[in-house]
């Protein structure tokens, strides 16, 4: 499976972007996708996820009511709907997956994930 993340730009406080994240190669490969952000010199975090089994979606708290993760699997691409974003929202996004379902406590956990994709810059500034 390979994946590739887009959508990335400059954007004002209080505006939105829709990450797109295509995925190829044996789809069947892809059950939970996940949107992870890194900012320089601090951990990667985890911002959304959905299984694919049962459509089970996760957010962290700083994102909760304002990102909405969703995934179309007959274009064979995820998106993040961000809403209302915020200068601390500046990072770059990546895309990541594995096989199969991933229990709720650990979806959000880079370390289950061993697909990623190259990351895509979302700067937030006036």
């Known amino acids: 499976v390979q994946l590739q993340a887009s959508g990335g730009g400059l954007v004002q406080p209080g505006g939105s972007l829709r990450l797109s994240c295509e995925y190829s190669g044996v789809t069947s490969g892809v059950g939970t996708i996940a949107w992870f952000r890194q900012v320089p010199g601090k951990e990667r975090e985890g911002v959304a996820c959905q299984r694919r089994g049962d459509g089970y979606k996760g957010y962290t708290e700083s994102v909760r009511g304002r990102f909405s993760i969703s995934r179309d699997n007959a274009k064979s691409t995820a998106y993040l709907q961000m809403n209302s974003l915020k200068p601390a929202d500046t990072a770059v996004y990546y895309c990541?997956?594995?096989?199969?379902?991933?229990?709720?406590?650990?979806?959000?956990?880079?370390?289950?994930?061993?697909?990623w994709g190259e990351g895509t810059l979302v700067t937030v500034s006036s």
């Open positions: 990541a997956t594995r096989p199969g379902n991933i229990i709720t406590g650990r979806c959000l956990d880079q370390r289950v994930y061993d697909t």
